[in-house]
């Protein structure tokens, strides 16, 4: 008699069948989940539920370190992102996600830096991760919320992305 003690992985959903949480379209491609490890373990999840497959080649991954109000470090996408799906894009030197991702040199965050996804045939973010221009100190806190040493996950119901520069 054998026993699932070693080996096994549990898969939990709040959705029947392990369906995509997201019901409705979004109006672009948004960040789903952030995660900013330790050590270089950062990761940036970003999800296409347009409606549609997109064209990441009109998009560019864009660093801002330190409160800088210019990129920093800039990486522009390539490939196909079907509907319903999501990309990963680690730091260079992360480990901790088994699952498939591209290395990026834009995803070398710390908890205190913005990371924006840009559109060039719009020449607008589609979405913004902390605050570009602003350099919080270790990490952006509210109340007992930390962007330091955490993994963050968008909420299903959010269908747009933060598109300006939060005040």
């Known amino acids: 008699v054998s026993t699932a003690t070693d080996g096994y992985l549990l898969d939990v959903s709040t959705t029947p ?10 109006t672009d491609l948004l960040f789903s989940e952030y ?3 330790t050590g270089s ?13 997109v064209n990441l080649s009109n998009y560019r991954l864009q660093l801002f370190l330190n409160g800088s109000t210019v990129a ?14 999501t990309v990963v894009y680690r730091n260079v ?4 996600y088994s699952g498939t991702a591209a290395s990026s040199t834009s995803v070398d965050f710390t908890g205190d830096d ?9 020449n607008s973010y589609v979405d913004i991760f902390g605050r570009i221009g602003e350099d919080p100190g270790t990490a952006w806190i509210n109340g007992t ?4 040493d955490k993994t963050l996950v968008r909420l299903p119901t959010i269908t747009s992305g933060v598109t300006i520069n939060p005040t």
């Open 41 to 53: 373990n950062r990761y940036i999840e970003i999800y296409n539920g347009t409606g549609a497959s």
């Open 114 to 122: 913005a990371i924006a996804l840009f559109k060039i045939s719009t």
């Open 145 to 148: 919320s930390t962007t330091l």
């Open 93 to 96: 030197n992360a480990t901790i």
């Open 72 to 85: 920093s470090v800039t990486n522009q996408l390539s490939g196909t992102l079907a509907n319903g799906a």
């Open 17 to 26: 069948n392990f369906s995509n949480a997201y019901t409705q379209n979004t």
């Open 35 to 37: 995660v900013e490890g």
